[in-house]
């Protein structure tokens, strides 16, 4: 019984100065762990006569409890000082100015994106898609560019290594124009369809970039011509480089999938160092145009003898640069922060 008041004694003592949580668990576990204290003593109590063991047991349980009480105690006041300690250390000076953030700016090409995009609902196109990975008959054959058809060799195919099926091989389509031949087939004419997306061809320089981007339009309906081409074109580029005086030159081209074919020039002048479209008597590249050969309304399942249709192709990149003067194609892809700083375009200036 002594023994037993002198253990509690030593353990409340030892609680009493106990001043951190982590040490409550030590002294816990020296207590009434495996090899505690208090465990230690039941152990000796073994050769007792069965009353005194019941005695000794009893007070043993007294003494428990109340250990265990203050140990209770105690973690409680340890963890009051310690919040207080963090509560203190980790206070926040509300007064101090916020840390610089940069903003994030809008990519050129999805500025003119949107532009392209609002401006083709303006004049009822609607936006029609198809797969970076195309099949030989899309990207070709259905656009009037049979097998060993010449123009084939211009494009600088990537063609993937999988086996061919009844569209041909596989190939990272090297224009937009197979959109036309999937929105065609998905829809009953009249229709008007644009498009922008990736394309894909083995060339590098500085004015050509093995990725870059295209527009598309479609137009089909009975009574088309080319000039409502002309017309649509005219107004689109007048609008989308918000030059009202630009003029537009078409010269005559091939394409295998239009016939006639024209290349779209715009007129420009450079003034103290800066294209200015609409004046002037400089002539420029924009695009591709024509009117769809009767061989690809066939692959789109239109009846060429009731419809008729005009479509028109150039590069994102190139409108994005004469618009927005970038210099070198490159820059689009590089990911470059100053590049971005110089000529994206940040939230707030956003139309
Ligand atoms: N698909 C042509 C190319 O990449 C561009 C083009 C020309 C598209 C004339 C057209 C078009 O829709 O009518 O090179």
Avoid at 36 to 59: M, Q
Avoid at 181 to 210: E, K, W
């Amino acid at each position: 019984m002594h023994e037993l008041d002198r253990l509690q004694a030593s353990c409340l003592l030892e609680i009493e100065d106990c001043d951190s949580l982590r040490k409550i668990d030590l002294i816990k576990n020296a207590i009434f762990g495996k090899n505690g204290k208090l465990s230690g003593f039941l152990k000796n109590i073994k050769g007792l006569s069965d009353e005194k063991k019941r005695e000794v047991g009893a007070r043993a349980n007294a003494v428990r409890a109340v250990i265990q009480e203050r140990l209770e105690a105690r973690s409680r006041v340890l963890e009051m000082a310690e919040l207080d300690k963090k509560l203190a250390a980790e206070s926040v000076d509300v007064t101090l100015p916020s840390r610089f953030s940069q903003p994030g700016t809008l990519h050129p090409l999805t500025k003119v994106i949107e532009e392209v995009a609002g401006l083709m609902s303006t004049y009822g196109f609607v936006f029609a898609d198809g797969p970076d990975i195309e099949s030989e008959y899309y990207n070709f054959a259905a656009l009037n560019m049979p097998d060993h058809h010449p123009a084939r060799t211009m494009h600088d195919t990537f063609y993937i290594n999988t086996s061919a099926d009844d569209k041909g091989r596989k190939l990272l389509r090297t224009h937009t124009s197979p959109v036309q031949i999937r929105a065609m087939l998905a829809n009953q004419p009249p229709f008007r369809f644009f498009s922008i997306g990736r394309v894909f061809r083995s060339d590098y320089d500085a004015t050509h970039t093995p990725m870059f981007n295209q527009i598309e339009c479609l137009m089909v309906d009975d009574n088309v011509g080319f000039s409502n081409l002309k017309w649509f074109i005219s107004g689109f580029l007048r609008k989308f480089f918000g030059a009202p005086n630009l003029q537009l030159r078409f010269r005559p081209s091939f394409f295998p999938f239009t016939e006639p074919s024209a290349e779209v020039d715009l007129n420009y002048d450079v003034v103290n160092g800066k294209i200015v479209f609409g004046s002037g008597q400089r002539w420029m590249e924009i695009g591709g145009a024509g009117m769809v050969h009767p061989n690809v309304l066939e692959s789109g399942n239109v009846d060429p003898s009731k419809y008729r249709g005009f479509a028109f192709g150039c590069g994102l990149e190139r409108m994005a640069s004469l618009k927005y003067g970038v210099p070198d194609l490159r820059g689009y892809f590089e990911s470059n922060e100053r590049w971005r700083n110089n000529f994206g375009f940040n939230h707030a200036t956003r139309e």
